[in-house]
């Protein structure tokens, strides 16, 4: 029988308001790992999470049901949330 196999991997870089350094060394492996438990909530598959203090990049799996600016929309809003509560 055939079978399909999907492999789908987004590279997805966005930066803070008007880039500025917003984004604490002393918080930031915590950011980056709230942002993967956001990924796999939404069953995504964080592959790599990493950044400096005025951008993130984001390395992901995700499966072909996934809209991709639905993903995008929500891990902004709540990485965006946890920020403003750190």
């Known amino acids: 029988m055939p079978s399909t196999h999907t492999s789908l991997h987004i590279h997805l870089v966005f930066s803070t308001k008007e880039r500025l350094p917003f984004i604490d060394a002393k918080w930031q492996s915590d950011l980056h790992a709230f942002m993967g438990g956001c990924l796999k909530r939404l069953d995504a598959f964080p592959q790599e999470i990493g950044g400096v203090a005025d951008h993130v990049h984001l390395l992901m799996g995700i499966k072909p049901v996934h809209a991709i ?6 891990v902004k809003r709540v990485s965006s949330e946890w920020v403003k509560d750190a």
Request: no cysteine.
């Open 69 to 74: 600016a639905d993903l995008v929309r929500e």
